[in-house]
């Protein structure tokens, strides 16, 4: 049996999110026990089971070094440019 | 994401600096996620009390399963199949979150059957009455509850997640027994009997659940300190108790317990000694239905066999086209 992670999209206009994992010997049972096992209670109208070894993640380890950088772009986010009064809001 | 990358410590001396590094991030209640360095006790440990926490879920359905086909009605019959489908849902939650850390779902399985790992010593109470599906709902998961809840917050990102979900639809399960207490308590002499004595036989039990007092709890003390364990097992179950007696008493039934009595000072009730020797004696397999449990168990591993063998042979003949 295979490893699968699960996504299921709560509702509509919703981004489909990892809710666990199952073991399936395909995508087609796979698909079926994440609907008895993930969805008893309307949590999803929709489902994407992916197999885990095709998911290819960042290392923990490098973590630093690759979100690091982005702490000191603040001129990134609009509050690093302060406005006149009378311009207020933009 | 969920795929195993396990680094083991080969029995090695850990940095001490890492685990200095692991404690601070757990101080900062900080989640630990599957593939972060952690220390091997850590790991050991959650995959002890991971795997028999899902072993419980699992195993449980064995004294509720009894009373599917015999449910007083349909609708009790329906409410019942969908509680022991939760609790089949709430071992696989708990699986899948312990399969993170790198043991995999058949040793899990091979540790239940072959005793080696323990599941909660309640379910090897039999369960004779319908009414004991009432005491089991309302007092086992009531207290299973007053255990989960803090899990919710423990430092392992996957097992918080499913405590989230499985606390979510463990109220149900005791707001179900509840009801059937309810139920019985209102009815005739004979029903009223019949809750009375499923409380005095799951009463003690279930204060058991929580597990030795504070001060002959091995694993306690650094399960504190991981953040695997937000309360210690005597104040879970004073929790429990002071929010249960009122419960019982507006059914107008009595706690099997002479010294059972308010304390206007501690603002909690005091209760009497509970029989630690007949908690050891479940524990180590001496229970009235251990052996019942892991035989049955046993029977479902092997009557499944051909169906996880036909999958496989399924997913051989499809890899092949």
Known sequence: ?90 | MYSQGLKDAEGGQEPAGLLKAFQARIDKEEKIEPRDWMPEAYRQTLIRQMSQHAHSEIVGQLPEGNWITRAPTLKRKMILLAKVQDEAGHGLYIYSATETLGITRTKMTEQLLSGEAKYSSIFNYPTPSWADMGAIGWLVDGAAIMNQVPLCRASYGPYARAMVRICKEESFHQRQGYDIMTSLARGSAAQKKMAQDALNRFWWPALMMFGPSDKDSTHSAQSMKWKIKRFSNDELRQKFIDATVPQAEHLGLTIPDEDLKWNEDTGHYDFGDIDWQEFINVIKGYGPCNKERLRARQNAHDDGAWVREAAEVYQQKKAQL
């Open chain 1, 1 to 90: 049996m295979k490893l699968y992670e699960v996504f299921i999209r709560a509702k509509s206009g919703l981004n489909h999110r990892h809710v666990g994992s199952l073991h399936a010997a395909d995508s087609h049972m796979a698909l079926q026990n994440a609907r008895d096992v993930y969805t008893r209670r309307e949590e999803g109208v929709s489902i994407w089971v992916v197999e885990a070894s095709a998911i290819s993640a960042s290392n923990p380890e490098q973590a630093e070094s690759w979100f690091d950088p982005a702490i000191d772009k603040v001129y990134r986010h609009p509050t690093f440019y302060p406005l006149d009064k009378e311009v207020d809001n933009m």
